[in-house]
């Protein structure tokens, strides 16, 4: 099944994982140690991040690092920049609006 870069930041145990490792690469057990879940669950997630192409995995002797992929990541930088432009605008006006109703009162 093909996922993409939404379902991966949909729950909350998923968030928190690529938050942690975007700081640096870290195994299963690593990441299992900052839950209060089984390490069963936590690579249940690393998987539908892998599936969604967020995490890649790399073998260093016996351990197996996850490390975040930031390309993947401005997937959803660009796809939010649409509602960052009417945000932006929206608080323009409004900076507009305050500055008319300041002067308006002297």
């Not at 299992?32 to 690393?46: G, P």
């Not at 690092?65 to 006006?93: G, P, T, V």
């Not at 008319?100 to 002297?106: A, E, F, G, I, V």
Request: hydrophobic content about 40%.
């Amino acid at each position: 099944m093909r996922r993409d870069i939404f379902q991966a930041i949909a729950d909350p145990t998923r968030r928190a994982i690529i938050a942690l490792i975007a700081v640096q690469a870290m195994t299963p057990n690593a990441l299992a140690d900052h839950f209060a879940t089984s390490r069963q669950a936590v690579s249940k997630h690393l998987q539908i991040l892998t599936e969604c192409e967020v995490v890649s995995q790399s073998q260093q002797g016996r351990e197996i690092y996850y490390k975040l992929d930031l390309d993947k990541m401005k997937e959803i930088d660009q796809w939010l920049e649409q509602f960052r432009r009417i945000w932006e605008q929206r608080f323009s006006q409004l900076d507009d609006l305050l500055k008319t109703l300041k002067t308006d009162k002297k």
